[in-house]
């Protein structure tokens, strides 16, 4: 076991070091996707500022906001958790998509440019959107329960968009094989993704907490090293099935 998580480890730190820049490029346009859909379609900037002054300068308890609340409020709430869901879904999917990618034409020997593995990975977007979609519907649904449940869906869920794109699987047998194949190797999988998500936790803390950008240059920064992150993520996850696969054939 200890053998398996130091080959994927290390087989993944050093895709990752040679790859670097490409994941850079990656992880910044991704990012600026994230942006460009929340300047389009997310509220006008005077209505965050109306809801800002309501939720977070007046000394209100909670229960006092959620009862004062104006429904043209609750409807910006609603606006912002949207597009806040959407872009991140859609930058999540492109991400995935790229990296895969990526990782199949150094594989194959094709090196193929940025510009190119973009456009491909848009066209994994009709299958792969939905499975992410329920990725984390699933995965919030389990922490809105109890923390344990969303957890371990957290860490049984996220190997089923590798097995919808290299083993062309349909979404739900992807999500089967995934809690199969993650539960039976639980120790393999829970080091990387516990580590990350404290990661992320940490990442999202400092900037929140430090508030020193304007807003959208502070969404671009948490983006951008959530996503540098979850490259690393996919790449083991991907090194993870490839040995998996190995290991059942022999």
């Not at 002054?53 to 409020?73: A, G, H, R």
Request: charged content about 10%; aromatic content about 14%; some cysteine.
């Amino acid at each position: 076991m200890f053998a398996m998580i130091y080959t994927i480890s290390s087989d993944s730190y050093r895709f990752f070091k040679k790859q670097i820049v490409n994941i850079i490029i990656l992880s910044i346009l991704c990012s600026l996707l994230t942006i460009i859909i929340q300047y389009i379609i997310g509220p006008h900037i005077n209505e965050l500022s109306m809801l800002y002054e309501t939720l977070c300068l007046k000394q209100n308890s909670l229960f006092q906001i959620i009862k004062n609340i104006t429904p043209e409020q609750k409807k910006i709430i609603l606006h912002v958790f949207c597009v806040k869901t959407l872009s991140l879904l859609l930058n999540n999917t492109i991400l995935y998509g790229s990296i895969i990618l990526l990782i199949q034409s150094i594989v194959s020997k094709k090196q193929e440019g940025i510009y190119q593995i973009i456009i491909q990975s848009i066209s994994y977007i009709p299958r792969l959107l939905p499975l992410i979609f329920l990725n984390f519907f699933i995965i919030e649904i389990g922490f809105i329960f109890f923390t344990a449940p969303g957890i371990l869906l957290n860490i049984l869920l996220p190997l089923s968009p590798v097995l919808l794109i290299i083993e062309n699987r349909n979404i739900l047998s992807s999500l089967r094989n995934s809690i199969l194949i993650s539960w039976e190797n639980i120790y393999i999988m829970i080091v990387p993704i516990l580590i990350w998500n404290f990661l992320k936790w940490i990442i999202l803390t400092f900037f929140i907490t430090l508030y020193i950008f304007p807003v959208n240059i502070n969404v671009f920064i948490i983006n951008f090293f959530l996503n540098f992150g979850y490259a690393y993520i996919i790449i083991y996850l991907f090194r993870f099935n490839a040995l998996i696969k190995l290991k059942n054939v022999i």
